[in-house]
């Protein structure tokens, strides 16, 4: 079946498709029902347990409720294609684990400072002559050791509590940190098998998967998701206007990459995938599909001169087509096995990159191929219109 060319006629009027999408999508994730986070993002746990029988939902979510101490928890069950079902478990951050979490930071910070204070104040009372900076560092050490101290103990009394231990004021500072070391991994394996076992009483595990992302490493990844997405922007910017040396072709390339995240991130709105690590690599592998396609049809579009520029769009279009329609067979075929096996990275990674080949489609091919088209013929009336004043001279 031959492709229409849809470049015949007022080919402007296709960037209303590209246009409406784009807002569309920063309707879905800005204001309703806006981006679902991860636990990669938001922190939290992930339970994944293997069984022999179904479990009543409602029941094992009010209840885990109580005993996870949290509000946002959801329940998923899916049988197996060899038999057996699939329980996974998700549940926002615990409030107290994640204030023991800072606590310890700030344990690490006050320790540190009481041990220098410590020090400090040890040279100075077996010093007999001190010089004057020595004794007012001496007297800044006496003036704030009490405070600094008061602020370590009571960063390390909270851990102790969830741990149901008790702080030692006569303990030795190595001795103290030690302890409240290991009192928070005590009060994470205490909480964590509180879990397991609330699971193991209600159902038979075969196997099971404990995923913990902590409040830190959590801001850890955005800031590194940010960093990789700004990074990646200016070198992908810098690499386009290098290529084409002109601002109107650069900036139909860029535009493509940005609408085809958007649009991405507008379908997982509407389909509630959520970002995480496997969700936000399949987002920078969009950008090189997007890339793929703007680029084949600036080149043939512009540096070409067979037929003219909207035929050499019209011919990018069909190639370009059979290029996505490869991507979104490959792609289509995981996600089918991600709906079989019910893992949940091959679904985020197959779902986002079919939404992003989605806008690519209409991106490229309805706003870029449109601010290209009108710069090729922009060009072409440029030249011939010195072609007919040299023909009249």
Not at 51 to 65: A, N
Not at 104 to 124: A, R
Request: aromatic share 10%.
């Amino acid at each position: 079946m031959e492709i229409p060319n849809i470049y015949e006629g007022d080919y402007r009027r296709l960037v209303i498709f590209p246009l409406a999408l784009f807002l569309a999508s920063l309707f879905l994730i800005f204001v309703y029902p806006k981006l679902p986070s991860g636990i990669d993002l938001r922190g939290g746990v992930e339970i994944t347990v293997q069984t022999d029988k179904q479990i009543d939902q409602q029941s094992l979510l009010s209840e885990l409720k109580g005993i996870a101490e949290v509000e946002d928890v959801q329940v998923e069950q899916n049988s197996n294609p060899v038999g057996g079902y699939t329980f996974r478990v998700t549940l926002e951050q615990n409030e107290k684990l994640a204030i023991a979490e800072k606590e310890l930071k700030n344990f690490y910070d006050s320790y540190e400072k009481v041990t220098n204070y410590s020090y400090i104040m040890v040279i100075g009372n077996s010093s007999t002559n001190l010089s004057d900076r020595d004794k007012e560092v001496y007297a800044d050490a006496l003036a704030k050791y009490p405070a600094e101290y008061a602020r370590m103990r009571n960063s390390s009394e909270y851990i102790l509590v969830l741990a149901k231990m008790q702080y030692n004021e006569s303990a030795k500072l190595q001795d103290i940190k030690d302890s409240t070391e290991q009192s928070y991994v005590t009060a994470k394996d205490n909480y964590k098998q509180n879990l397991i076992d609330y699971l193991s009483s209600k159902m038979k595990i075969y196997s099971y998967s404990f995923k913990d992302i902590t409040p830190s490493l959590s801001e850890s990844f955005i800031a590194r998701a940010q960093g990789v997405i700004i990074a990646s922007s200016i070198i992908v910017a810098i690499a386009i206007f290098l290529i084409f040396r002109t601002l109107v072709p650069s900036l139909a390339v860029i535009s493509g990459a940005i609408n085809d995240i958007t649009i991405a991130l507008g379908f997982m709105c509407l389909f509630r995938v959520p970002i995480t690590l496997a969700s936000f690599a399949a987002l920078l592998m969009i950008i090189g599909y997007s890339l793929d396609t703007d680029v084949l049809l600036t080149m043939r579009v512009l540096k070409r001169e067979e037929d003219t520029a909207r035929k050499r769009a019209y011919e990018t279009l069909k190639t370009g087509l059979t290029m996505n329609s490869t991507a979104f067979t490959s792609f289509s075929i995981l996600f089918i096995v991600s709906l079989i096996s019910h893992i949940p990275t091959y679904y985020q990674i197959s779902a986002v990159v079919l939404f992003g080949i989605i806008g690519d489609i209409v991106a490229t091919w309805c706003l870029n191929a449109v601010m290209v088209l009108w710069y090729a013929e922009k060009l072409e009336k440029e030249r011939y219109g010195k072609m007919g004043k040299n023909a009249k001279r």
